[in-house]
């Protein structure tokens, strides 16, 4: 495995003391590898899965458009506000399942050009 890398304003400098930096991150409870977990303070971050993740999400807004109408205090325009709510919460998770369906199975890929996949390769040892 290679050196780690800085970013410096004039491009990616090969720096031996950005293990302190690793010490560091560890420290903070960041784990640099192919098993990372990050700990923020007492809690973990875990990384549900898709179905999981959109049965929550659903349940939340399934929630505010079910309970938000019979908090409206009466008065003339009630069935306006009921609607306007529960089209808001329709809205905001057709809104949030389109942009996490968008995220799942992009349509492009990034577009590197040769150097920047050279520079990658170096930076990564994988070219010498």
């Not at 640099?32 to 549900?48: A, E």
Request: proline share 5%.
């Amino acid at each position: 495995m290679g050196s780690p890398l800085l970013l410096h304003s004039r491009g990616c400098v090969k720096v031996k003391a950005a293990q302190s930096l690793l010490v560091a991150s560890e420290s903070f409870g960041v784990k640099l590898g192919s098993k990372s977990v990050i700990s923020l303070g007492i809690s973990k971050v875990i990384m549900l899965p898709t179905w999981a993740v959109m049965c929550i999400i659903t349940l939340i807004w399934v929630l505010i458009g079910g309970v938000t109408p019979f908090v409206i205090p009466n008065g003339p325009n009630k069935g306006v506000y009921q609607t306007m709510a529960v089209t808001t919460a329709v809205c905001c998770w057709l809104h949030w399942f389109i942009t996490y369906m968008s995220q799942l199975n992009p349509l492009i890929g990034p577009q590197l050009s040769n150097g920047q996949i050279f520079m990658m390769g170096w930076a990564w040892d994988l070219v010498d």
